[in-house]
């Protein structure tokens, strides 16, 4: 067994427990179907043919029990494949599934870079894995080997300046550590963290908290024996080698170079869109993760919804239009959080009503006339609501509960 086999067999990642199903789902990005259908199908999916969806390097199941969980509430059908290396996160994925009831999900214990043996998939997630492969790119070619023709991926992979101070300590950890059992190197490398000087890179930021939420935290962040963070331009080119397409990054609004500078600063004419996206990366200096859509190289350009069509139907993920709509039109602000950052957006108070009507059933059509507005004047209204809540990732369109 190789060392990152290890540390998942001692420490399944992320800590859970199967019991927790019974209070609580957890949501996020990527792989709600809600945002795979924005990003990937145009928010046009047709829903009722099954899904074929590979989730790769499972873990403990959060991807996994996500997707299935809300395909199984929508009634709509799936088959799921769930592969992993590691055997205790993998027991723990099943049990999960089990306490929730989901079917249509096949187990194997092997490595995604087989993965194309399993398909070809609709969809495929892989979060957090790729970066800890010993050559990523074999991992990236493996997932598009996988990929059906119109499918997509969502993936998330660790960015390197977010988490300034964490590759030191991983350094130092493998050099005073090695050998030792995971357990043992856990307990050294606690003691050896509470002595951390103040003022070190890792200390002083303060974006940093999986070590504090549990041991298998700790031993991802900071003991990891494979860990390769990727720039925008370092993702973009190992997508473009392994044949696809970046899509856009699940909350656009912090790549947006216009967001960062200021009046009268402009970005030269050259920097093309992943260049910007970059010095946007190298400004905002607080990205930890890089979460992603793709699909096969040519067709990145087309897949993601578009506002312009009437026909799409608006959904608002994780905030209720209700109270949202009535701090916009109390404040003209729109509220705005990405992982612990705040970024308060101005949006005028004309545009509260229509988020109010945001149901995830009406289209946009059917909101234009309830609101008794001719075109051009929701057009301009709802281009607003989507360049701050689409971009940093409340709003989706899909028809999976029209
Ligand atoms: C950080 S965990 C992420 C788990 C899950 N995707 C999530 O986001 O919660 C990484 C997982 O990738 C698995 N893994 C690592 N290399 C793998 C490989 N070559 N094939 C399949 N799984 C792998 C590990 O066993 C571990 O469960």
Not at 28 to 46: A, I, N, T
Not at 201 to 206: C, D, G, K, L, T
Request: aromatic content about 8%; hydrophobic content about 45%; some cysteine.
């Amino acid at each position: 067994m190789t060392e990152v086999q290890d540390q998942y067999e001692a420490y399944p990642y992320p800590e859970r427990d199967p019991k927790d199903e019974k209070k609580r789902l957890i949501t996020g990005s990527p792989s709600h179907p809600v945002e795979m259908d924005h990003f990937l199908w145009g928010g046009k999916r047709d829903w009722s043919q099954p899904l074929r969806v590979l989730v790769a390097g499972g873990g403990t199941g959060d991807g996994l029990i996500q997707i299935a969980a809300v395909m199984a509430a929508a009634g709509k059908p799936y088959q799921i494949t769930y592969l992993d290396l590691s055997r205790a996160a993998r027991a723990i994925a099943e049990q999960r599934a089990a306490v929730r009831g989901l079917t249509g999900i096949t187990f194997v214990t092997d490595s995604l870079l087989n993965a194309a043996q399993y398909g070809p998939f609709d969809y495929i997630d892989c979060c957090g894995v790729l970066h800890h492969l010993p050559e990523p790119q074999q991992g990236f070619d493996a997932l598009s080997a996988a990929l059906a023709p119109e499918g997509g991926i969502g993936l998330m992979v660790y960015a390197p300046y977010g988490r300034s101070g964490v590759y030191p300590l991983q350094d130092a950890f493998g050099a005073l550590l090695a050998g030792m059992t995971p357990q043992d190197r856990l307990a050294a490398a606690r003691k050896v963290f509470k002595r951390l000087p103040k003022g070190h890179p890792f200390a002083v930021n303060p974006h940093l908290v999986d070590h504090k939420a549990s041991d298998a935290g700790f031993y991802d962040l900071l003991l990891h024996s494979q860990d390769r963070p990727f720039t925008v331009t370092d993702l973009a080119g190992a997508l473009e080698a392994a044949g696809l397409d970046l899509v856009n990054f699940a909350q656009p609004a912090l790549y947006d170079l216009a967001r960062l500078l200021p009046e009268g600063v402009t970005a030269p004419d050259g920097l093309d869109r992943i260049g910007r996206m970059a010095v946007a990366e190298e400004l905002r200096g607080t990205i930890k993760v890089h979460v992603a859509y793709a699909v096969k190289a040519g067709r990145g350009a087309q897949v993601q919804a578009r506002p312009a069509d009437m026909t799409l139907v608006p959904h608002l993920i994780g905030v209720p239009p209700g109270p949202l709509a009535q701090q916009i039109a109390k404040t003209g602000t729109a509220p705005i959080r990405s992982g612990d950052e705040k970024f308060p957006e101005p949006l005028a108070k004309s545009c509260a009503p229509l988020i109010a009507m945001i149901d995830g059933r009406r289209s946009l059509a059917q909101i234009a006339a309830g609101a008794h507005l001719d075109h051009f004047a929701f057009a301009a209204q709802w281009r607003a609501i989507d360049r701050v809540l689409g971009d940093w990732g409340l709003l989706r369109y899909t028809r999976i509960s029209a």
